[in-house]
């Protein structure tokens, strides 16, 4: 059973690594920027984790993580939790006021509850910068720090609303989550398949259903 990324050679630590962690978006279906709606504007960052080691193991996508198919992506080690989130803090403060949609996570996830409350710290001090993306952590998980993880994820989504747009992944029972087309099909005023992904709209920047719509339910296909 895999317990790490496929990409070893592509972890990095961070007392050496010399680029910035928070990483303006490249990805064509990420888009560089929000083009409309509350963060209009608002350019994307990106970070990215070490799948599996910062995952639930109930996650549903464990094995077929699209993690599998990134052999280049620069995953941010968090072994040094305290690290990660000086340089993490250190790339926020670097924005000067600038205003970023962070997009976590591109692969990994919210590995522990003081890493949620994180997150809860850079929004209080930078009314700049709003988070969006998905956590395979439940509130349902037979592991109690999923739980206690997916919980404090809940507390930050009700105090920041669409400042911290978290949907649960593969959770059919949460309304706000991002569920595999494996487990849900689209159903009126329920659930919407990803616009992105069947040609509707050119980019999650263009579409921003995932953040604007906290009461309709998003079907992704599998990677």
């Given amino acids: 059973m895999l317990v790490t990324t496929r990409y070893k050679k592509n972890i990095h630590e961070l007392n050496d690594y010399q680029f910035k962690v928070l990483k303006p978006s490249t990805n064509k279906k990420l888009g560089k920027k929000v083009l409309k709606g509350t963060f209009k504007d608002y350019k994307f960052l990106t970070l990215t984790l070490v799948e599996r080691e910062t995952c639930p193991k109930d996650c549903f996508h464990w094995d077929d993580c699209f993690g599998n198919n990134m052999p280049f992506a620069h995953r941010m080690s968090a072994k040094d939790e305290l690290l990660l989130t000086t340089r993490i803090h250190n790339d926020i403060k670097d924005l000067n006021g600038k205003k970023a949609l962070i997009r ?110 906290p009461k309709r339910q998003v079907i992704f296909k599998t990677h």
């Fill in 104 to 213: 976590l996570h591109i692969l990994g996830d919210f590995f522990n509850v003081e890493y949620v409350w994180f997150w809860d710290l850079m929004l209080k001090l930078y009314p700049n910068i709003a988070i969006y993306g998905y956590t395979a952590n439940s509130t349902s998980s037979k592991y109690e720090t999923s739980r206690n993880i997916a919980q404090a994820i809940l507390s930050l989504r009700i105090k920041y609303k669409k400042r911290f747009s978290i949907r649960y992944s593969n959770d059919l029972k949460q309304e706000f989550s991002a569920n595999s087309e494996e487990l849900q099909k689209p159903q009126k005023n329920k659930s919407i398949q990803c616009p992105e992904q069947i040609g509707l709209t050119n980019s999650c920047g263009s579409c921003g259903l995932c953040w604007e719509q």
